[in-house]
């Protein structure tokens, strides 16, 4: 019981998340005083999330989990799983941006808004924010959705590499902003393509969605299969000398490579069974969505499907309907006879 009941550290980060959350109430209750009764329940269950996952944070930063992380690589990874997975898929299903910028004093929030959105000064600020957006596949016409699915699984493959994470774990400035911040910011960006959270709207086609995470949850496994069957020893110095640990540690790393495989999966394969779930709806069989699926890591159905899409407008928050009835007039159009309607 010592191991869960001793060790919890109080740092200022708790000081930070309780002024998060007294700025989300204030500006929920100032957008409550101009919505619908809807509106304002949708929000006030949304702010759950939101909550829930600045809990997860405070659970991974402050708890005993962050006081073990030093001397075991299963507490370590446990760690990274919270930071990477659980607080920023809660917090992007919070969709806390519209409160929290409604909370500035005053009138403040929306002269700011109005400012960012069409003051001179902020011209270079909107280039550079427009063009992160496009590039990460949040803006009004993304350009590359993959770049956030590639950040997560670069920085989750970067950190885990043997000298970058001796580094880390030696350094606490690497660690707690390089290494942590990096999780985080990565994971919010890459669950901003699979969950709703308003304003951000998701531009990643079903298809790529499926894809994306089938890539990433590939790439946990690689590297769970790394660390713990293709090698056979401990790859990571820092733990090679600590005094009064009994777990050996390559058995340590072991047990982290399997903590990294099943609550990877316990993450990914959730979402991915909701997302296969909408394809088929849209395809209208199962067969033909997991075609598209398989069919979807090549360059050439990236570009086609690109292509295709150009220029609808969807009839739906996501426009998967309006979509798919656009690819199956393309599909009937192609298979119509050259002379077909003069």
Request: hydrophobic share 50%.
């Amino acid at each position: 019981m010592s191991y869960i009941t001793d060790h919890w550290s109080f740092d200022p980060f708790l000081i930070v998340a309780i002024v998060i959350v007294i700025w989300h109430e204030i500006g929920l209750w100032r957008l409550a005083q101009r919505s619908r009764p809807d509106r304002t329940r949708e929000r006030r269950q949304r702010s759950l999330w939101f909550y829930a996952g600045l809990a997860v944070m405070l659970l991974a930063v402050q708890s005993p989990i962050d006081y073990w992380a030093d001397d075991y690589f299963f507490a370590h990874m446990v760690q990274h799983l919270l930071l990477m997975f659980a607080a920023p898929s809660l917090i992007v299903a919070g969709a806390p941006w519209q409160p929290l910028l409604d909370a500035l004093p005053g009138r403040s929030g929306q002269s700011v808004t109005r400012g960012v959105l069409a003051g001179r000064w902020s011209r270079p600020l909107r280039f550079a924010g427009g063009l992160l957006l496009r590039w990460i596949g949040l803006g009004i016409r993304p350009r590359r959705p993959w770049v956030a699915i590639g950040l997560f699984n670069f920085v989750m493959i970067f950190w885990h590499l043997p000298g970058p994470y001796d580094v880390g774990s030696e350094n606490s400035a690497v660690h707690i902003w390089l290494m942590h911040g990096s999780y985080f910011a990565a994971g919010i960006l890459f669950w901003l393509q699979f969950i709703p959270s308003p304003p951000f709207r998701r531009r990643m086609p079903l298809v790529s969605q499926a894809a994306a995470l089938l890539v990433t949850n590939l790439v946990m496994i690689a590297l769970a299969m790394a660390l713990s069957i293709f090698t056979t020893h401990s790859v990571y110095s820092v733990y090679g000398h600590v005094p009064g640990v009994t777990l050996p540690p390559f058995a340590d790393q072991q047990i982290g490579a399997a903590i990294l495989w099943v609550c990877g999966d316990f993450w990914a394969v959730p979402t991915m069974i909701v997302i296969v779930r909408q394809l088929v709806e849209t395809e209208g069989s199962v067969g033909v969505a997991l075609e598209r699926i398989l069919r979807r890591g090549s360059a050439s159905a990236q570009a086609d499907w690109g292509s295709r899409t150009k220029g609808t407008k969807a009839a739906t928050p996501m426009g998967w309907a309006s979509r798919g009835r656009t690819l199956d007039e393309l599909r009937s159009q192609r298979s119509a006879p050259p002379d077909a309607g003069r």
